[in-house]
């Protein structure tokens, strides 16, 4: 699909359209997302971070939600439908004061019933709201929940099944959906579906399956700051790069997620204002730990690490990229003060390798599987072959296993040591890193050894183990912070990836768009922006 | 006439049997997991297995073939993984949208192609000839997402006359025969056309520039008939090869649209069918295919009639 944007790109910039002509639409802003249907609109979303960034913090509300408030600092959770929590000296048994005076779009209040409900629609498939499909979204995010209970309206108890720091952060992923409106929907999720209803600050006027979904204000939301601005937010899946860069450029829409880089210049030459912010979000290669890989050995990972150029590959990216300095991206409030640092330097790359035994006459073949596309992929052809060529310098030959993006997610949770990998040594994959359980856990915790959970190299190490029983044990928030920063030290030092590139969730909008800030995290906040006109 | 047809309709089972079959192994072979679409990709193993047995994905492979075929004779397509929504529902809307681009393309590239094909014909290996094989030779060989592309960046980013995607203001569910929606189809239907254009004009060229020699059309002139009269007979020497080629490009331009509904965001069966086999929605892409083809061969079945009817040889073969 290169050839073909590059082939837009250079016909576009010849166009060298007018902007005067764009389609005006008074306090509507119209988004291109790059997702082939609208998210599941019911509460528990589909469709990954593009989900709950359109269809879930907008509509629906979790107890603890991520500050989205600014594009300076890292994002860090704030209160949301709860106002204070804190955990019994047991360490399992968490109590949430809930807000009060919270109602849904259909006027019915929120209480601590309505949480229990939801808990039920998740993980009690026995309870008339149980939802098979929303079940499947959230289940797997909330893992130490054991049970909960409506202590009054306003009081709510979560037990964990064992002590577990980490809660708050699963439970940013929980949206309520009111009880009332399902009832009053025949207790029929389908027709919810098209008409739902959340506590978030838009409600959803309009759904056109595969084709829009229109949001209007919910002006009597909660949180002042967050009631929007606008008139209407239309949400059009547009998943074709090159068709979402027609509709912006032609007026049809205001706004498109993730343009093609080399499409941008073509943008930017015609008026159209390019956004972007370092988030957590990273594209590596995660590394065989199998006996017999090739990087088991230390001074291969550093050299490797060291003999990609990421300054270099920039404008491969146009520009859009954090070169990687460990697996966090550097702004990160956990990325540490790590000794190691994966910059590019040639000689010290060599000089390891050679310490290893490798050298001009005795190279090393390694084989890498990687996708020719995907979410959050970025452009993995170029890249990769980018990383080819860096790792030949240090007398690394690549040779690389391409598969298609689902079956490539497949061979990712089957894991390194499962045969339809092709004793691949690594897999170019890229990770949403929000919180301690996706940016580190869940990648090289012993427990999780694919093909039981998400440790593809079969990592193992009784330090780092013991590490991430420590993030989840230390519930004082400035404790774990530092526990989290020796984690992704410990990450850094040993090398433990490819680090590549961080991406910067680029989006292109009219210029008419105003008042957007983007926060360095997956969701984004809409109450703010306005149209001028 | 009627036994013929009979005798055709019976030929349509074994051939929908073979086509449900064909379909439905062909989106099994494929490699991947349709639970992708419905889970975290960080999903245990254990909370997979659970929703690959409630799909009922955790069967062999004949049993799953059983039990969507016998829910398929009771009018149940399934619901697709992806959305949850009704096969039935998200196929025949789509091909709803398909069929209206698609007769869009076909009222513009049929009688264009006729036209040019019986202009080419009759002026066989003159500057007209020439002029209109290099016309849909260029039809023919031009990729036409490629031509799409440069059309809307044309008429929608360069002079902002026609929108670049969808399918009305406020998507196909609002459709309207009015300038509004229309201007929607225009692109996508004049990117469309241009192939069959091409074809159509290529084969009516051939087969009138071959009767125009034939004897009888020489008797026909001697016997004192006008110009026009003469090319009436031709015209109907040559509508029966040129209906079936015409059916046959009727069929690719619903099922063969996937590029042009990408290019153009156009919510139709190619556009469907292209997200379902990237997400391996398996009921979703099972239901879509075997519709597709079904259509395809209800095509096949209606020219054959049509041509029949003009043709009476053709019923005794």
Not at chain 1, 221 to 234: A, C, F, G, M, Q
Not at chain 1, 403 to 419: F, H, K, S, T
Not at chain 1, 420 to 427: F, L, N, R, T, W
Request: a negative charge.
């Amino acid at each position: 699909m290169s050839r073909f944007s590059r082939g837009f790109a250079a016909l576009a910039t010849a166009a060298a359209m007018a902007c005067g002509t764009l389609a005006q639409a008074q306090g509507t802003l119209r988004i291109g997302m790059t997702a082939a249907d609208i998210p599941l609109t019911t509460g528990q979303t589909d469709q990954g971070g593009e989900g709950m960034r359109f269809m879930g913090y907008t509509v629906y509300d979790s107890l603890i939600e991520w500050d989205l408030s600014s594009a300076d600092k890292p994002s860090v959770l704030i209160p949301g439908l709860a106002t204070d929590w804190s955990v019994g000296e047991d360490e399992l048994t968490w109590t949430f004061t809930l807000r009060d005076g919270v109602t849904f779009h259909d006027g019915s209040p929120f209480t601590a019933e309505s949480v229990v409900w939801n808990f039920d629609k998740l993980l009690d498939d026995s309870s008339p709201q149980y939802d098979p499909r929303q079940s499947a979204q959230g289940k797997s995010r909330i893992p130490a929940v054991a049970s909960y209970e409506a202590i009054d309206d306003l009081t709510l108890t979560i037990t964990t099944k064992e002590p577990d720091a980490t809660l708050p952060y699963q439970l940013a992923w929980i949206l309520m959906s009111s009880r009332a409106n399902w009832e009053a929907m025949d207790m029929d999720w389908e027709k919810v579906a098209m008409s739902p209803s959340g506590t978030g600050p838009w409600k959803l006027e309009t759904f056109v399956p595969r084709e829009r979904a229109e949001l209007v204000p919910n002006t009597e939301y909660w949180d002042d700051t967050r009631i929007p601005e606008l008139d209407k937010l239309v949400l059009i899946p547009l998943p074709e790069p090159n068709a979402r860069a027609a509709a912006l450029m032609s007026g049809q829409v205001d706004w498109i997620e993730a343009p093609a880089p080399d499409t941008i210049p073509a943008m930017q030459g015609n008026g159209f204002v390019i956004s972007s912010n370092a988030y957590p979000h990273n594209w590596t290669w995660h590394l065989s730990r199998l006996e017999g890989s090739p990087w088991n050995d230390i001074r291969v990972r550093k050299a490797a690490n060291m003999a990609i150029d990421r300054t270099g590959m920039m404008p491969l990216l146009g520009g859009l990229m954090v070169p990687a300095k460990g697996f966090l991206p550097p702004s990160s409030q956990w990325f540490g003060e790590p000794t190691f640092d994966p910059s590019y330097d040639l000689d010290a790359a060599r000089a390891l390798m050679t310490e290893a035994g490798f050298g001009p006459d005795n190279r090393l073949t390694v084989k890498a599987l990687i996708s020719p596309s995907g979410s959050g992929q970025m452009l993995p052809l170029p890249m990769n072959e980018f990383v080819q060529q860096s790792l030949a310098e240090i007398w690394i030959d690549v040779e690389f296993m391409v598969v298609e993006w689902n079956q490539m997610i497949n061979l990712w949770r089957a894991g390194a040591a499962d045969p339809a990998v092709e004793g691949a040594q690594s897999i170019n994959f890229t990770y949403f890193i929000q919180d301690p359980f996706t940016g580190l856990i869940r990648h090289l915790d012993e427990n999780l050894i694919a093909p039981n959970g998400t440790n593809w190299g079969h990592y193992s190490d009784p330090e780092m183990q013991e590490l991430f029983n420590r993030i989840k044990t230390t519930f004082d928030p400035e404790e774990q912070t530092a526990v989290l920063q020796q984690t992704h030290e410990k990450f850094v030092d040993d090398a433990l990836f490819l680090f590549v590139t961080h991406d910067v969730a680029p989006r292109a909008m009219a210029p008419k768009v105003k008042g957007f800030v983007q926060a360095q995290n997956w969701y984004q906040n809409f109450s703010g922006i306005t149209i001028e006109e | 006439m009627l036994s013929y047809l009979i005798r055709r309709l019976i030929l349509v089972l074994p051939v929908a049997f073979g086509v449900s079959v064909i379909c439905f192994l062909l989106v099994q072979i494929a490699p991947g997991d349709p639970l992708t679409a419905i889970m975290p990709i960080d999903a245990t193993a254990e909370e997979q297995a659970a929703m690959r047995a409630a799909y009922g994905l955790d069967k062999p492979l004949p049993i799953q073939y059983a039990v969507w075929i016998g829910n398929l004779v009771q009018g149940d397509m399934g619901k697709s993984i992806a959305s949850g929504r009704p096969v039935a529902t998200e196929v025949f809307g789509a091909v709803k949208n398909s069929l209206l681009l698609a007769a869009s393309a076909a009222v513009i590239a049929f009688p264009i192609g006729v036209f040019l094909g019986f202009l080419a014909g009759y002026f066989q290996e003159s500057w007209v000839d020439r002029c209109v094989t290099a016309l849909s030779i260029t039809g023919v060989s031009v990729p036409n997402y490629w031509l799409g592309i440069v059309l809307v960046i044309i008429f929608s980013v360069n002079l902002g006359w026609l929108p670049s995607m969808g399918a009305g203001p406020g998507g196909s569910g609002a459709w309207e025969w009015d300038w509004l929606h229309v201007r929607h189809l225009v692109l996508p239907a004049v990117t469309l056309a241009v192939v069959p254009i091409g074809i159509v004009s290529r084969t009516v060229r051939a087969l009138s520039g071959d009767i125009l020699t034939q004897d009888f059309v020489q008797a026909l002139y001697a016997k004192g008939m006008s110009r026009v009269d003469v090319l009436r007979h031709v015209a109907r020497n040559a509508a029966a090869t040129a209906l079936s080629v015409m059916g046959l490009q009727l069929g690719y331009l619903l099922g063969g649209s996937i590029l042009i509904e990408t290019v153009f965001n156009w919510p139709g069966s190619g556009f469907l069918l292209s997200n379902a086999i990237f997400q391996r929605d398996l009921p979703l892409l099972q239901g879509t295919i075997l519709v597709l083809a079904l259509f395809f061969v209800a095509m096949n079945l209606i020219v054959d009639v049509v041509q029949a009817a003009i043709d009476p040889r053709i019923q005794r073969t």
